[in-house]
């Protein structure tokens, strides 16, 4: 996720590109002319809904002050932290299978950004994309799961041309306080610069 001016670098693809990399990506890990086969699964209990993880984010939901720490430089071995203050709503969507939040901040000249979270029954895990008003685009996301309190995503971007890892964590959530963080890593994930931290304070309306 990036606020610097500008389209964010390295994540321009529209939907139709995501889905086509992972599309590709299938064809590959079955040898590419192995037809897959979809069975329709048993719908789930209501307790095995509570535990497979599509609550996880419940806790997000309402209304948020947010004071943003960001890196003013990436990957530049830089210490110069700017700190900014932003306001975030987030709702349900699916029946509980996802949810959207809203992000706004006066930084920066005024900045509009979109969270979207999405969750798999199948495979238990979220996905995560962002738009905002610099491009409209809807980027690729980055995929994870909570455990043990504490929720980590990743994903693949580029910066300023380079590939890299892309890292979510949340933790330290209660009912009034959440943390994230936002890590890049240029080794394959041996080592990570963090460049922004969101911490959020509910907003009782």
Do not use: K
């Not at 299938?26 to 209990?45: C, N, T």
């Not at 299978?97 to 000249?109: K, P, Q, V």
């Amino acid at each position: 996720m990036n606020l610097s001016d500008g389209v964010a670098p390295g994540r321009r693809g529209l939907l139709g590109s995501v889905l086509q990399t992972y599309v590709a990506a299938l064809s590959r890990s079955h040898g590419g002319s192995e037809q897959r086969i979809y069975q329709r699964e048993a719908p789930m209990h209501p307790v095995e809904q509570q535990q497979d993880g599509r609550h996880d984010f419940d806790f997000c939901h309402g209304h948020w002050q947010v004071r943003n720490e960001r890196l003013r430089q990436r990957l530049a071995g830089s210490q110069d932290w700017e700190t900014f203050e932003a306001a975030q709503h987030c709702r349900p969507i699916l029946g509980g299978l996802g949810n959207l939040d809203e992000f706004s901040t006066g930084w920066g000249g005024g900045f509009l950004g979109m969270t979207l979270r999405l969750f798999d029954p199948r495979t238990r895990q979220w996905s995560i994309y962002w738009a905002s008003n610099r491009d409209g685009v809807l980027e690729p996301p980055v995929v994870g799961a909570f455990r043990d309190g504490i929720g980590t995503f990743y994903g693949r971007d580029r910066h300023q041309g380079q590939p890299v890892l892309t890292r979510f964590i949340w933790d330290d959530i209660s009912a009034d306080s959440a943390h994230w963080q936002q890590a890049l890593s240029v080794d394959g994930g041996a080592s990570w610069e963090t460049n922004w931290h969101m911490f959020m304070t509910r907003v009782r309306r």
